[in-house]
Structure formats: C-alpha cells, structure tokens
C-alpha cells in the first residue's frame, strides 16, 4: 500500500544554538518591517522609512523621550518579574493588572494618611511594603484556594482584577478631588511627599535602581535558590514534587504571594514614581500586556527587559506616527500588531521544522 | 520716482517677510483626550484648526496629541510639545487639568491652556489658563425648543404629564449648570414642567446613556436631555420612539440626527473657535493671557445644531428671541426669580472654594437678580440643586 508523503511536514526541533534562535527571531522582525512598509505605503502613501525615523524619534528622540521609554519599561519589566515566579509554577497569574491596582491603592493611602512631618524615605519605604503586602494579599487568596481545593487560577486571578477595578473605583470616589470629578487628582503636588526624589538628578532614576535590583533577585531566585528549583519541580510536575517529599500547598502559596508582592511593587512605581495619583487606568492594561512579555522572554528576567523596552518602543513609536503624520492610532497599532505577531510566530520557528516533500530521500517502503 | 518705488516696495516685502517669520515660528501644541472618532474631541480639533486658519497659520504649526490619557503621560505629552517647540500648549479634557499644571511649573516661558478647567486661579502660575463656553446659554435654548415640543404634545392632548429626564455623567457642577439651563428654558415654556436626572458616572459610556435613557422611559419622561459624549441616550430613544412611545431627545455636542432621525430635536453645542481664536491670537503676540476666559451667545461661543423635523411650529422664533433676549441682557439663564431651592429663593451663593472642603467660601455669584455663571472663573459652578429636579441615585 502506497503512502503518500504531504507536501509539509513538521517536527519538532531539538535545541537550536542561541544565535540560530536570535537569527530566525530577526528574520521574522525583518519580515514584519517589510510587510508593514508595504501596508504604511498602501494606505497611508508616506515614505516607509521616514515613519519607522519618527518611531524611532518618539520612543528615543531626546532625552525626556528617553527617560520616560524607561520608566515605562522599567514599570512593564516590574510586572513581568511579578508573573516570572507564578508561570514557572505553571500556574497562571492573570490577576496582575488587580495585584498592581491594590498595590497603587496602598501607596496612594500612606501618601494621603502618613503624617506629612515624616522624612521622605521613611515614607517611600513604608509604602514600598504596604503595596507589597497588598499585592501579596491579592496574590494570597487565589493560591490558597488552589492549593487547598484546587479552584481554576486563571478565573480566579481574573476575577480578582474585577474586584481590585471596583475597589479602586470606591477609593477614587472616596479621595476624589475636586469633589464629583471622580478623579483624585495630583497627590500632593505642592509637598512631593511620597514621590520618588530625583536620583542622579534624574526624576525616575530610582524606578531603575529598584526594578534593576528586582531584576537580580528574580533571577537569582529562580534559577539558584532552594525556592526556585521547587517552583520549576512542582510546575513540571506535581506528583513528582509530592514524591521528593516538597510541600506543594505550601510552594503554591508562597510563590503566589511573592507573584502578587511584585506586582504590587509595579503599583508603587506607578503611584510613587510616575503618576502621583491612583485611578482605575492606573495599571493601564499592562497587567495583560505583560503576560506576552513573560511569555516570550521564557520568564528569564534579562531577555523580560529587552522584550518590555521593545514593546514599550512600539508604543511610544506608535504614539509619535499618529501625532507626526496626522494618522489615526489604527495605523500604528497595525504595525504594532504585525510586529508582535512575527515574533510570537518566529517561536515556532525556534521550536519546529518545516520539511517540504523531496526535500529528503522518502524513507517510506513500499 | 520709479527708485522710490521699487524701495518701497523692497521694504514692504522684507516688512512681510519679517511678520512672516515671526508667525512661521509660533507652534501650537494640542492634547486630545481621544481622537477625532470622538464628537467631542472633534469639535476641538476643528475649533483648533479654524483658528489656526483664521489666524493664518499653517497645519504643519499644530501638533496634535492622540488619545492622551488622564495620567502622567499628559505632563509627558505636554513636556514633550514645549520641547518640540511649542509656545502654546492646549489640552481638551478636565481630567488633564493636573498634568498640565505639573508640564506649567517645569516650563514658565510656554502657556498652557487647560480648556474645561477650573484651577488655573489657584495654581499661582501665570502661564496657565483655563477656558470654557457659556455652555449654559446653549442648553437654556435648547430648553426652549424642548419646552415648545412639550407644549405642544400637551396642548394636543398626547402628554399630561410634563415629565422631562436627563441623562448626565457626573454630579457635579458642570452638569448640574447645564441640567439647570436645560430645565429653566423648558420651564420658560411649560411652567409646571418637572425633571429626573440620571447619572452615569462616565464621560463616555454609550451602553450606560443607553440604560440610563431606557430607565427614564420607564418612569415616563417624554423628553430626555443629556450631558455625556455618546449617541447612546439618542439611539435609545429613537429605538423606543420606533416602538411607539412619544419621546424626544436633546442632545449634546453633536447634530443626533444622524442616529435619532425623528427623536432628535437639536443639541447645545460649543464653538470652540471662536474661544481658541482669541486665544492664540494673545498667545502668537505674546499678550498677557486671561486666567480664565468665557463667552457665550454674544460672542458666538456657543449655538444649537440645526432643528430636527419634529420639532413643534413656531419654535425657530421661540428659539431666535431666546438668543436675541441672551444677547441683549435682558434675559439671564439663572434669573433668581425664575426658581427656588428647598421653597425658598435664593439670594447668596458662593463661586469658588478656597479653603477645600468643596463649599463654596468666596465670590458672591448672586447680584443684580441673577446667577453670574462662568463670570468669575471660566468653569461652570453653578452647583444649586433647584425645586423641580430629582436627581435619581443608583442603586
């Protein structure tokens, strides 16, 4: 009986050399630019390599453009550090956006309630670890429950960011400013009290120093420690965990606190260090955005970096085409979309083969 | 002769040159909340766009911002206009309003205009400004063309109740001006008229305005007026109108006549040109700029869209004495004898808080008979909850 070959075959690939992977992710990059510049210059009728001039201006241009590039990247890395731990475990945090929020909602409440006579780092650090605490809570109740009845943790971190949205909407009504605005406005405009002080005369040089840190202990603490090593066991498998004797309820819970500390930290770089006030946008949807950025980056804390200064560079870019060339912001969402899908898709590529029919002698006997 | 001339006119054209240069290096920068999708965002960028072209400056001098939202990326924004060059800064939203003022301290030689604001007086900068149409006059108006429907539905019989509604976002006092506006001038024709206020709590949320527009039905409103930027409450109506319920809609920014073709009746609009116009011009001749600058009917700041099929007859008229009677002074919107609050008139109301504890402490409103609306900042404080409105609370 005649088998017949299809004309595509897939296979997985074994491990590919560092610089094969970062090649075929280029390509894919590359494949992206030119497919974007066709799509550019078919709607818009602009010179494709002026508008990819102006991205490039907008996210980098001068140096306040620079330093807020930064911060926002620095505020995306926070958040993915925060996912690293939970998704190692295997264990799907969706809830950062609410793990920042309560995290926001806490420093905002120290810098409001803190008698204002207080030093300022004294404050800065007391905030630092009420929005940790408050991210850790929100983190807590999910993991519990999956570690003692095993509920779904994506719905249930889901519907947590629900609960963290209304929580923060009652806290803005409550602090509103001025009244019936529904927004709270700049918190302590006038005193700073609870901002972030200028470090090496930059304003956000302190969100650096702390996500770099931060950056460190991740992947220190996944890759070297006792901790790690038991939330990649229990993430490859369970019963495995159970049988070198780990406490797995007690891993799950630990690690979804951390997850929710860090994500709650992301929320005091967002009150502390950049917004000065809380609203319902204040995580802005980068608690979901973030989920890809530790999802391509294999939860390693240094490549998380370089994918969140990517993707912040596509947003700034973004930004600056719409405002430069008049274009709506569909515009340059599409080529941030297509851009996206190319790298996502070039993880096949690290991970499968194609072969094409012929290609190889058929080892099919007839 | 002929040497004088050609000198002469060397001069003039050098002269032009120079003026040229000076206007070819004035750049206004422009933070829009949302974007041109967005009626009332829209209504911003033509504002801006035909000021620019009435004062000879050319697209390429406007910067616009996109979809710029209430945090710290409006002082980015702002920052990043001032150093793009601009000598004049604008955002669209009440809630940039902060953000601005943070861009103001780190660059006092740009002006920045907060339109819809209401802090500029207090902030102790003398670059800021906020800016506001007497949106009050607009919505009176487009109470009288409501109230001449009204009475027009009662006097055949169809409506016995004078049952009004009103869709608004916030409770607060630039919704409550105009929800008092709109009422007065309906109540200027149907005196025993009533109204229910709805709020959303958003700016935008056209499945909200829809729910809200539905709730007002329900309780029987024949006409619903609405202070939020969506066609929601408008859709709404002219669904139930198709159904078979006698309800009309007033609406807001935009002509509703697009998506509520018989419900429609007009809507109070703003025209943003004629306040930008000023302003700029103050700005490229580096004039002092007011803190606070509004106008109204008199000055062509505000109008109503063009009259829908249904309204009732004679109505053109009503509306053209209503706007001559704003122009000439002899009609005020909130004239004191035109309403009372707990039975009472009132006599004595403050404009500004100075001490925030959000009650008002300063600035006498009431003289000469009337409210003094958006005369001592631009932004609306009429916040006096009068007889004849409920505001109806959620949940």
Redesign the interface.
């Known amino acids: 009986m005649e088998k017949k070959e299809p004309l595509f075959r897939i296979t997985k690939r074994g491990a590919i050399p560092w610089w094969a992977s970062l090649g075929i992710r280029l390509i894919g990059l590359l494949i992206a630019l030119i497919l974007c510049a066709f799509i550019i210059f078919g709607i818009t009728k602009l010179n494709p390599l002026k508008v990819y001039a102006a991205m490039w201006d907008g996210a980098l241009g001068t140096n306040r453009r620079m330093w807020v590039t930064i911060r926002d990247t620095m505020m995306m890395l926070c958040i993915g550090l925060g996912l690293a731990p939970a998704f190692k475990m295997k264990f799907w945090n969706i809830g950062a956006e609410g793990q920042v929020l309560v995290g926001g909602i806490a420093a905002a409440a120290c810098m409001l309630y803190l008698p204002k006579t207080m030093p300022n780092w004294l404050a800065l650090v007391i905030m630092f670890c009420a929005s940790a605490l408050a991210g850790a809570i929100w983190g807590f109740f999910p993991g519990f429950c999956k570690a003692m009845i095993n509920t779904n943790e994506t719905l249930f971190t889901l519907m947590m960011n629900y609960i963290a949205i209304r929580l923060t909407a009652y806290f803005v009504a409550k602090w509103e400013n001025p009244y019936g605005s529904n927004t709270v406005g700049i918190i302590n405009s006038q005193s700073r009290f609870g901002w972030f002080p200028k470090v090496f005369d930059q304003q956000y040089g302190l969100n650096v120093i702390l996500v770099l840190v931060l950056t460190i202990f991740i992947y220190v603490y996944l890759k070297y420690t006792k901790h790690g090593f038991e939330i990649a066991v229990v993430g490859d498998s369970e019963n495995t965990a159970r049988y070198c004797a780990m406490d797995v309820k007690k891993v799950i819970i630990r690690t979804m606190m951390l997850s929710g500390a860090i994500c709650g930290i992301a929320g005091f770089l967002a009150v502390a260090g950049a917004g000065h006030t809380i609203s319902t946008d204040t995580a802005g949807g980068r608690g979901f955005t973030t989920i890809i950025v530790a999802w391509m980056s294999k939860f390693n804390s240094f490549i998380m970096a370089a994918v969140s200064a990517f993707l912040v560079f596509l947003e700034k870019g973004a930004m600056q085409i719409a405002s430069q060339y008049q274009l709506s912001d569909y515009i340059s969402n599409v080529v941030k979309g297509i851009i996206l899908i190319f790298l996502l898709g070039s993880e096949f590529f690290v991970n499968f083969t194609v072969k094409i029919r012929g290609s190889r002698k058929s080892e099919v006997t007839k | 002769m002929k040497k004088f001339l050609s000198l002469f006119l060397v001069l003039a054209v050098l002269m032009m040159a120079f003026a040229a240069v000076s206007a070819d290096d004035f750049k206004v920068g422009v933070i829009l909340v949302h974007?041109?999708?967005s009626g009332y965002d829209q209504a911003h960028i033509e504002g801006v766009l035909g000021a620019a072209e009435r004062l000879g400056l050319s697209a390429d001098q406007i910067?616009?911002?996109?979809?710029i939202?209430?945090?710290?990326e409006c002082t980015?924004s702002a920052?990043?206009l001032a150093?793009q060059g601009c000598q004049l800064i604008i955002s669209d939203s009440?809630?940039h309003q902060?953000?601005m003022?943070?861009a103001a301290r780190e660059y006092p030689d740009v002006h920045f205009i907060a339109a819809t604001g209401?802090?500029a007086w207090k902030e102790g900068l003398d670059n800021v400004s906020n800016m506001f149409p007497h949106t009050f006059e607009s919505r009176f108006v487009s109470g009288v063309v409501a109230g001449m429907k009204l009475k027009e539905l009662m006097d055949a019989g169809t409506v016995t109740d004078p049952h009004i509604g009103y869709v608004g976002a916030?409770?607060?006092?630039e919704v409550v001006s105009g929800y008092t506006g709109f009422f007065l001038g309906i109540r200027s024709i149907v005196p025993e008229a009533y109204m229910d206020v709805q709020y959303t709590?958003s700016w935008y949320d056209p499945n909200a305005e829809a729910a809200a527009a539905e709730a007002l039905i329900a309780r029987g409103c024949v006409i619903i007026g609405q202070h939020a930027d969506s066609t929601g409450a408008p859709s709404a109506i002219q669904a139930a109108q198709d159904k078979g319920t006698t309800v009309y809609s007033v609406g807001y920014n935009i002509d509703m006549r697009a998506v509520a073709p018989t419900a429609a009746l007009t809507s109070a609009q703003n025209c943003w040109v004629e306040l930008y116009t000023p302003m700029i011009e103050m700005a490229m001749k580096g004039e002092d700029m007011p803190t606070d600058y509004s106008v109204g009917y008199a000055h062509d700041g505000v109008q109503i869209s063009e009259l829908g099929e249904s309204c009732a007859e004679g109505t053109a008229e009503a509306v053209e004495a209503a706007i001559a009677a704003i122009k000439d002074g002899s009609l005020q919107v909130f004239d004191t004898s035109t309403f009372t609050m707990g039975g009472e008139p009132v006599t004595s109301w403050f404009a500004l808080?100075t001490d925030g504890d959000?009650v008002p402490d300063s600035e006498e409103a009431i003289s000469d008979g009337y409210f003094h609306e958006s005369e001592v900042i631009s932004a609306p404080y009429f916040s006096i909850r009068i007889d004849g409105i409920t505001e109806l609370t959620n949940e």
Do not use: C, H, L, R
């Not at chain 2, 910067?63 to 979809?67: E, G, P, R, V």
């Not at chain 2, 916030?170 to 006092?173: D, E, F, I, R, S």
């Open positions: 974007d041109e999708n910067i616009f911002k996109y979809n939202p209430e945090s710290e980015d920052v990043d150093e009440y809630g902060a953000y003022m943070e209401d802090t916030y409770p607060y006092a709590n808080d959000w």
